[in-house]
């Protein structure tokens, strides 16, 4: 790994400093890099392409961000926890030279993880489409009313639900919204996906687990706002009778890992407070 990518957080104030050490700690090994936002988006797209590592200063929303763009080009991501909980960072403040360290002596290991595609889909049109690393969720606007969904699996009806949202979430996604909606837990090295209902109000009140080649459906049926939310982005109003589809992505989220690769079960118990 020769040319090295660094995002740092720009509300976060001790990113950019922490950015600039890290730099010149890699300049002093005769490595190329660069440095950008995180939420500079055209950068990112013209940046991350020519990198073979990304370095990302944040939290769990940073290395969210940095996903959608390393993941098409398959450059892995090495996390240096700034945020509050940092479920996908590898490190950090205090640890990140011993090991970046590692990383770059090929002391390290990738995980891939499932990320999916959303699109919205209106009278037979795609009006947009995205790639998400944790969730995609359906649910409703500014007025606390519940939406109507019909959910399709593989073009066969499931269910309806009556619900203030529905989550569909990737094995990582399943440490977040979904968690807190009573969903499973489930290990990045699973290919699956699950649909959890939140707040449903006399209808099917379960989680249920996709294999990764399913094909889901959901149309929102609904006299008042709704929206679609990829990866705690900001919503889309969606209008009556849209159809949101929803399918493995193409691509997969790398990350370098130098812990153990039973890393995943420590680490959320240990974010979670159950454990040191």
Avoid at 39 to 50: F, N, Q, S
Avoid at 63 to 71: I, M
Avoid at 144 to 166: E, I, K, M, P
Avoid at 221 to 245: C, F, S
Wanted: glycine share 6%.
């Amino acid at each position: 790994m020769n040319r090295i990518g660094i995002l740092h957080h720009p509300k976060v104030a001790a990113s950019r400093p922490l950015a600039a050490q890290i730099e010149q700690w890699l300049a002093a090994r005769q490595l190329t890099t660069w440095q950008a936002s995180s939420h500079d988006e055209r950068r990112l797209a013209e940046l991350v392409p020519t990198a073979e590592l990304l370095v990302v200063l944040g939290g769990d929303g940073s290395l969210l961000r940095a996903a959608r763009y390393s993941s098409v080009c398959r450059v892995p991501i090495f996390g240096i926890n700034l945020g509050r909980v940092g479920f996908l960072c590898e490190a950090q403040p205090d640890e990140w030279p011993e090991k970046l360290t590692k990383v770059l002596a090929g002391e390290c290991w990738v995980e891939n993880r499932l990320m999916l595609a959303a699109r919205i889909q209106r009278n037979g049109r795609i009006l947009h489409t995205f790639s998400v690393l944790n969730d995609v969720v359906v649910g409703r606007g500014r007025q606390a009313r519940v939406v109507r969904f019909q959910l399709h699996v593989d073009d066969d009806h499931v269910t309806d639900y009556t619900a203030d949202a529905l989550i569909v979430a990737t094995p990582t996604g399943s440490t977040a919204y979904s968690m807190a909606a009573g969903g499973p837990l489930l290990p990045p090295q699973l290919p699956n996906f699950v649909v959890v209902p939140v707040a449903p109000h006399l209808t099917f009140d379960r989680a249920i687990i996709f294999h990764e080649q399913a094909e889901i459906a959901i149309t929102v049926q609904m006299d008042h706002q709704a929206y679609l939310t990829p990866d705690g982005t900001d919503g889309i109003l969606l209008e009556n009778e849209d159809v949101v589809l929803i399918t493995k992505s193409e691509n997969d989220c790398q990350f370098a890992r130098v812990e153990s690769r039973g890393y995943f079960y420590r680490r959320l118990m240990g974010r979670l407070g159950y454990s040191k």
